[in-house]
């Protein structure tokens, strides 16, 4: 980084950046680590979706849903645990605990770093004013040199009659679906922010939507007893993701009791005897349906932009990333001068991405020369077993005209895996025939969301199969897969 920005000191603040998630509060903080006056609009908690609504709450469901499994399953250790059990609201104590801690936290950072937090809904009026309307209906106005637009996304909404006109489908759900007494109501329509606030688990959840949100709630629900059926519109469940991981999921997900469907749309949900009815067709044409106490949306989220006030300012919607995302380049500034956005609103989908997308563009504001790389992005999803993935699938490097060739080895083979229980899937290594480059690295199984970051940096440094042979891996340990996957894309692996 090098530069130093010229702030006109007649604003009220140098930044303004609106929202304090993944993506917003990093950005907040950078650019006042590098001598910029800022504030932070947040109209939620500290922490945006990702704390309050997505990544957190979700995983911290997961980790007791996993450690229940653990428990279920202590005779395969050699233990005994008997009336093994869950108590949901403790359970949901747990995760309302973290999540306050960590707002806490985040309230801490900014607070560290001497960025001002103000509460409310950001507008923005021209390129150098923002108002804020507080909770309290009373309105203040902000001049500033420069603006980060970090407002996320809200669930996306559906065109499924019996669900479209449902009072899930709020502008910014996770605020304004709140009772009056804070609590989110939690119908028989859920969106991901109703299941992470259930006061009971339900019989019978329908998920409609086999992508990331749904395939996680999937294996939640279903570890905590719930009749699990997930209806999938493609051909394959978490279909953005390699092949082989997706029939490995699946099958893992089937021997947890999840019922799933693909290449199926839901066609309409009516009530039925007190229970909602799910009506959906395969490519037969013919209508089938399921009964369920609760129908779980999770067919992804749309870019948060209501009310922002884009249009007084020349910013008009669509990019590559969607119709509904603000367009950025590679320095995250939008098609206006001095205003930045990042994240979910762009359409970037991952709160490690909104991070880095906020670094940049505070380092831009700030006079520093930075640019957003997409090259070696992992995607993660947190079921038991997890998955993981950076880089190229198979299909997208052929697609892209490299000759591949792959290597695989399975968990089932380690002595670490053995040791802890965990032996369900493998490691896949898309490396390109002539030179060897690692194209792509996708794994299913135990703790794949932390192991991927030896192929994220692979990736980065285009590293090749060679120098991954070469990289000694402790044993035992999990991270040796690795390793004999880039054996065996040569044929070479030894324990395989």
Same mark, same amino acid.
């Given at each position: 980084?090098?530069?130093?920005?010229?702030?006109?000191?007649?604003?009220?603040?140098?930044?303004?950046?609106?929202?304090?998630?993944?993506?917003?509060?990093?950005?907040?903080?950078?650019?006042?680590?590098?001598?910029?006056?800022?504030?932070?609009?947040?109209?939620?908690?500290?922490?945006?979706?990702?704390?309050?609504?997505?990544?957190?709450?979700?995983?911290?469901?997961?980790?007791?849903?996993?450690?229940?499994?653990?428990?279920?399953?202590?005779?395969?250790?050699?233990?005994?645990?008997?009336?093994?059990?869950?108590?949901?609201?403790?359970?949901?104590?747990?995760?309302?605990? +973290? #999540?306050? $801690?960590?707002?806490? =936290? @985040? !309230? *801490?950072?900014?607070?560290? /770093?001497?960025?001002?937090?103000?509460?409310?809904?950001?507008?923005?009026?021209?390129?150098?004013?923002?108002?804020?309307?507080?909770?309290?209906?009373?309105?203040?106005?902000?001049?500033?040199?420069?603006?980060?637009?970090?407002?996320?996304?809200?669930?996306?909404?559906?065109?499924?009659?019996?669900?479209?006109?449902?009072?899930?489908?709020?502008?910014?759900?996770?605020?304004?679906?709140?009772?009056?007494?804070?609590?989110?109501?939690?119908?028989?329509?859920?969106?991901?922010?109703?299941?992470?606030?259930?006061?009971?688990?339900?019989?019978?959840?329908? +998920? #409609?939507? $086999?992508?990331?949100? =749904? @395939? !996680? *709630?999937?294996?939640?629900? /279903?570890?905590?007893?719930?009749?699990?059926?997930?209806?999938?519109?493609?051909?394959?469940?978490?279909?953005?993701?390699?092949?082989?991981?997706?029939?490995?999921?699946?099958?893992?997900?089937?021997?947890?009791?999840?019922?799933?469907?693909?290449?199926?749309?839901?066609?309409?949900?009516?009530?039925?005897?007190?229970?909602?009815?799910?009506?959906?067709?395969?490519?037969?044409?013919?209508?089938?349906?399921?009964?369920?106490?609760?129908?779980?949306?999770?067919?992804?989220?749309?870019?948060?932009?209501?009310?922002?006030?884009?249009?007084?300012?020349?910013?008009?919607?669509?990019?590559?990333?969607?119709?509904?995302?603000i367009a950025v380049n590679n320095k995250l500034e939008t098609s206006v001068p001095g205003i930045y956005a990042i994240g979910d609103v762009i359409g970037s989908g991952?709160a490690h991405t909104a991070t880095a997308e906020g670094l940049v563009a505070a380092e831009n504001i700030c006079g520093h020369a930075a640019t957003m790389s997409y090259?070696?992005?992992?995607?993660?999803?947190?079921?038991?077993?997890?998955?993981?993935?950076?880089?190229?699938?198979?299909?997208?490097?052929?697609?892209?005209?490299?000759?591949?060739?792959?290597?695989?080895?399975?968990?089932?083979?380690?002595?670490?895996?053995?040791?802890?229980?965990?032996?369900?899937?493998?490691?896949?290594?898309?490396?390109?025939?002539?030179?060897?480059?690692?194209?792509?690295?996708?794994?299913?199984?135990?703790?794949?969301?932390?192991?991927?970051?030896?192929?994220?940096?692979?990736?980065?440094?285009?590293?090749?199969?060679?120098?991954?042979?070469?990289?000694?891996?402790?044993?035992?340990?999990?991270?040796?897969?690795?390793?004999?996957?880039?054996?065996?894309?040569?044929?070479?692996?030894?324990?395989?």
């Open positions: 980084m090098s530069g130093k920005a010229n702030f006109d000191p007649s604003k009220d603040t140098d930044v303004v950046v609106i929202g304090a998630g993944p993506g917003g509060y990093p950005a907040a903080k950078r650019a006042a680590q590098l001598g910029a006056r800022v504030v932070c609009i947040e109209s939620d908690n500290p922490g945006g979706t990702c704390l309050n609504w997505g990544c957190i709450p979700t995983k911290t469901m997961i980790g007791s849903v996993a450690a229940l499994h653990t428990l279920k399953h202590a005779k395969d250790f050699g233990l005994i645990a008997e009336n093994v059990g869950y108590d949901f609201p403790a359970l949901m104590g747990r995760k309302d605990k +973290i #999540v306050t $801690g960590l707002n806490k =936290g @985040v !309230e *801490f950072l900014l607070k560290s /770093a001497k960025v001002k937090h103000v509460a409310g809904y950001g507008k923005i009026l021209d390129k150098n004013t923002v108002e804020v309307t507080k909770a309290d209906g009373s309105v203040e106005k902000i001049t500033t040199a420069n603006i980060i637009i970090a407002t996320g996304s809200v669930p996306s909404k559906v065109p499924i009659p019996g669900v479209d006109s449902a009072d899930i489908w709020v502008d910014n759900a996770a605020v304004k679906a709140k009772k009056a007494d804070g609590t989110l109501a939690t119908g028989p329509l859920w969106t991901s922010n109703e299941a992470v606030s259930a006061k009971q688990v339900p019989g019978e959840l329908v +998920i #409609v939507g $086999g992508g990331v949100i =749904g @395939v !996680e *709630f999937a294996y939640v629900y /279903a570890g905590l007893g719930s009749k699990v059926t997930v209806l999938e519109f493609l051909p394959r469940i978490i279909a953005n993701m390699d092949e082989d991981l997706s029939k490995e999921l699946a099958k893992s997900l089937k021997k947890q009791g999840v019922a799933i469907q693909t290449g199926v749309k839901v066609t309409r949900v009516e009530d039925k005897d007190g229970k909602k009815e799910v009506f959906f067709a395969g490519e037969d044409g013919a209508e089938k349906s399921l009964p369920a106490d609760v129908v779980l949306i999770a067919t992804g989220r749309t870019p948060f932009t209501t009310g922002l006030g884009l249009e007084s300012v020349g910013i008009t919607l669509g990019s590559p990333k969607g119709r509904a995302a991952l090259k070696a992005i992992p995607s993660c999803i947190y079921t038991e077993p997890e998955v993981a993935s950076v880089g190229l699938t198979e299909a997208q490097a052929k697609e892209q005209g490299y000759e591949v060739k792959t290597g695989t080895f399975p968990f089932r083979n380690l002595a670490k895996a053995m040791a802890i229980n965990q032996t369900e899937g493998f490691v896949k290594v898309v490396a390109e025939a002539k030179y060897g480059e690692i194209l792509g690295v996708h794994i299913i199984g135990p703790h794949a969301t932390d192991l991927i970051m030896e192929a994220v940096v692979s990736i980065q440094l285009e590293n090749t199969v060679d120098e991954l042979m070469k990289t000694v891996h402790s044993h035992p340990s999990l991270a040796e897969a690795m390793g004999q996957a880039n054996e065996d894309v040569k044929g070479l692996a030894i324990d395989k």
